[in-house]
């Protein structure tokens, strides 16, 4: 799973109540882990990207059953609390297990004091609030990451894309 968390980006979404921060927090590159890229609360296509990965949430699951030919990386995102707000992490090496699933913690926590890198975990189908795995080479899922990939430089969307197509 490493060659996917390797780029895949951890999201955090600031608690209600810290909109009056002036902008976002800067990113945070870090030697060997995915950068960490701090998002607004209240950003529409975040929120949307959120909406889509819990709404398709059973095309995992389906995914998850069927293991089509081609298919890998699978990961869900989950939040973790962070003081007054959460740090979403990815979580891989996932498998259905008792409704819900069974992950390992795939990112190096920045915020969050709760879990650490590796982590073996029991998630909640609620508590996911993303999704993706990779097939053929192409992204499939990963609606938060599509978002923050749109709004990267050329050369990040480029490094990115040597792991794995991203749909547009």
């Known amino acids: 799973m490493r060659s996917i968390t390797a780029w895949a ?24 882990e995915p950068d960490f890229i701090p998002v607004e609360d209240n950003d529409p296509e975040m929120d949307a990207a959120v909406r889509k990965g819990r709404d398709t949430l059973p095309e995992l699951v389906k995914a998850l059953t069927e293991r089509p030919f081609g298919s890998r990386d699978f990961a869900i995102k989950k939040g973790f609390p ?15 297990q008792n409704g819900g699933f069974h992950a390992h913690v795939g990112n190096q926590p920045v915020w969050t004091t709760s879990v650490n890198l590796g982590d073996s975990l029991f998630v909640k189908k609620e508590e996911v ?27 990040k969307q480029r490094e990115m894309e040597e792991l794995f197509k991203v749909p547009r």
């Open 9 to 32: 980006v951890v999201v955090v979404l600031a608690a209600a109540g810290s909109s009056c921060r002036k902008g976002p927090e800067p990113r945070i590159e870090r030697k060997g």
């Open 129 to 155: 609030v993303d999704w993706m795995y990779i097939r053929d080479g192409e992204l499939v899922g990963g609606y938060t990451v599509r978002v923050l990939f749109k709004r990267e430089p050329p050369a």
């Open 82 to 96: 962070a003081g007054k707000r959460q740090e979403f992490i990815w979580l891989t090496d996932v498998a259905l």
